[in-house]
């Protein structure tokens, strides 16, 4: 069996993290706050737990953690839509999402550490929600009868909130189809709670098990700010890397919390000493609800080159993506008049790679409010209104 090396600060410490659904359980709010935020919470629904919490600096109103987890009036603002990716058109079977030939998507879990305020599948947690999987078996089925797909994403919500028997059995079943070579995991548990790692041994031996020299294991985590890297999280990670999992790290830019480039920059390089390279930089989603967190193209592009000048060329691998209906499309330039897009991946084969060339838009926020250059239209253009723009 294999025998997790433990940092002796950690070594007894099991640790109870509560979950909390209801905000007037949050005594450090006034109840005038909570009173404002009672219905925002109901509409949207609110989670978060105790280690969390304990992150919070209360006497700040803009503290980036807060901000994170506690709702904001502005919430309630009309903008964006639930499904601004149009998700729902590439779910292919009970909680399989398929847009890009070799990868899959398997939306196992319904449930985060925490709900993230500007969360991009808030429908999730919703009632009525049926877009996570009901019947594993029959995800596994259309993976297994899927030749063309070498790589599968499990993700939701947070992947780590499943019990470990459960995700033992999932990542199992998927490790018995000979064409997945690549296992990834989403989750924000690093940084949300990350005593559901130090807590079970078990959890890290059986990620050890499957993640094999020819089929590596990783896991996306997701950490917003530096204040998230606490010494439970770098042990939490210590530990999975241990065990010969990848850790690569994806995140939005979000107004408020990693809207800055110090922020970004102080973010990356703690990663990276963590051993976690910084991969993904998502231009927020205009998902209902995110007034209060969008921060426009333009602004964002300056502000993440500003970040990478100062970091090493580990750093300067980051790429600034928007995943749009028609595919993931990287953020490649901006000058006086134009922003310069490419397709990073495609959801139209043909589309890979293609470039886009738009007239510069200082307000916006998603592709489909930027005008193509001529010869640059794009036919997926237009697919949701233009609620989300900011004036
Ligand atoms: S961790 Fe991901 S799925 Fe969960 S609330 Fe945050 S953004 Fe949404």
């Given at each position: 069996?294999?025998?997790?090396?433990?940092?002796?600060?950690?070594?007894?410490?099991?640790?109870?993290?509560?979950?909390?659904?209801?905000?007037?359980?949050i005594k450090q709010l006034s109840p005038d706050e909570r009173d404002t935020l009672r219905e925002i919470a109901i509409k949207y629904p609110f989670r978060v737990n105790s280690y969390y919490l304990n992150l919070i600096n209360w006497d700040d109103p803009n503290d980036p953690i807060r901000r994170l987890v506690i709702p904001h009036r502005d919430e309630l603002l009309e903008w964006g839509s639930l499904d601004c990716s149009n998700e729902k058109r590439n779910t292919v079977n009970?909680?399989?999402?398929?847009?890009?030939?070799?990868?899959?998507?398997f939306l196992v879990s319904e449930s985060c550490a925490s709900f993230c305020r500007y969360c991009f599948r808030k429908r999730l947690f919703l009632k009525g929600n049926k877009e996570t999987t009901i019947n594993i078996e029959e995800g596994l089925k259309y993976i297994r009868n899927h030749p063309e797909v070498d790589n599968v994403l499990l993700t939701g919500g947070d992947t780590l909130m499943l019990k470990t028997e459960k995700l033992d059995y999932i990542i199992g079943q998927i490790r018995r189809i000979k064409h997945i070579k690549v296992i990834r995991i989403g989750s924000k548990i690093p940084?949300?709670?990350?005593?559901?790692?130090?807590?079970?041994?078990?959890?890290?031996?059986?990620?050890?098990k499957y993640s094999e020299p020819s089929r590596r294991i990783y896991l996306m985590c997701h950490f917003d700010h530096p204040k998230e890297?606490?010494?439970?999280?770098?042990e939490a990670i210590r530990r999975i890397i241990d065990a010969g999992?990848?850790?690569?790290?994806?995140?939005?830019?979000?107004?408020?919390?990693?809207?800055?480039?110090?922020?970004?920059?102080?973010?990356?390089?703690?990663?990276?000493?963590?051993?976690?390279?910084?991969?993904?930089?998502?231009?927020?989603?205009?998902t209902i609800g995110n007034t209060p967190y969008a921060v426009p193209i333009v602004e964002a592009y300056r502000k993440i080159e500003?970040?990478?000048?100062?970091?090493?060329g580990?750093?300067?691998?980051?790429?600034?993506?928007?995943s749009h209906s028609s595919g993931k499309i990287e953020i490649v330039g901006v000058d006086s008049k134009h922003i310069y897009l490419k397709y990073h991946q495609a959801a139209k084969h043909q589309d890979n790679q293609r470039l886009i060339i738009c007239y510069r838009d200082n307000n916006a926020v998603w592709l489909d409010q930027l005008k193509p250059v001529k010869g640059f239209e794009n036919r997926y253009y237009s697919e949701i209104n233009d609620s989300f723009r900011i004036n």
């Amino acid at each position: 069996m294999y025998n997790i090396q433990k940092n002796t600060f950690f070594q007894n410490s099991r640790k109870h993290v509560r979950y909390i659904s209801d905000i007037d359980k949050i005594k450090q709010l006034s109840p005038d706050e909570r009173d404002t935020l009672r219905e925002i919470a109901i509409k949207y629904p609110f989670r978060v737990n105790s280690y969390y919490l304990n992150l919070i600096n209360w006497d700040d109103p803009n503290d980036p953690i807060r901000r994170l987890v506690i709702p904001h009036r502005d919430e309630l603002l009309e903008w964006g839509s639930l499904d601004c990716s149009n998700e729902k058109r590439n779910t292919v079977n009970s909680g399989v999402q398929h847009k890009y030939g070799s990868t899959v998507l398997f939306l196992v879990s319904e449930s985060c550490a925490s709900f993230c305020r500007y969360c991009f599948r808030k429908r999730l947690f919703l009632k009525g929600n049926k877009e996570t999987t009901i019947n594993i078996e029959e995800g596994l089925k259309y993976i297994r009868n899927h030749p063309e797909v070498d790589n599968v994403l499990l993700t939701g919500g947070d992947t780590l909130m499943l019990k470990t028997e459960k995700l033992d059995y999932i990542i199992g079943q998927i490790r018995r189809i000979k064409h997945i070579k690549v296992i990834r995991i989403g989750s924000k548990i690093p940084a949300y709670n990350p005593y559901r790692i130090l807590n079970d041994d078990s959890l890290v031996e059986m990620l050890k098990k499957y993640s094999e020299p020819s089929r590596r294991i990783y896991l996306m985590c997701h950490f917003d700010h530096p204040k998230e890297i606490t010494p439970q999280s770098r042990e939490a990670i210590r530990r999975i890397i241990d065990a010969g999992i990848i850790c690569l790290n994806q995140n939005p830019i979000i107004r408020g919390i990693s809207d800055s480039p110090a922020v970004m920059k102080k973010l990356w390089k703690e990663l990276t000493y963590m051993g976690v390279a910084q991969y993904y930089v998502f231009q927020n989603r205009p998902t209902i609800g995110n007034t209060p967190y969008a921060v426009p193209i333009v602004e964002a592009y300056r502000k993440i080159e500003k970040a990478k000048a100062e970091c090493s060329g580990l750093a300067k691998r980051i790429k600034y993506v928007m995943s749009h209906s028609s595919g993931k499309i990287e953020i490649v330039g901006v000058d006086s008049k134009h922003i310069y897009l490419k397709y990073h991946q495609a959801a139209k084969h043909q589309d890979n790679q293609r470039l886009i060339i738009c007239y510069r838009d200082n307000n916006a926020v998603w592709l489909d409010q930027l005008k193509p250059v001529k010869g640059f239209e794009n036919r997926y253009y237009s697919e949701i209104n233009d609620s989300f723009r900011i004036n």
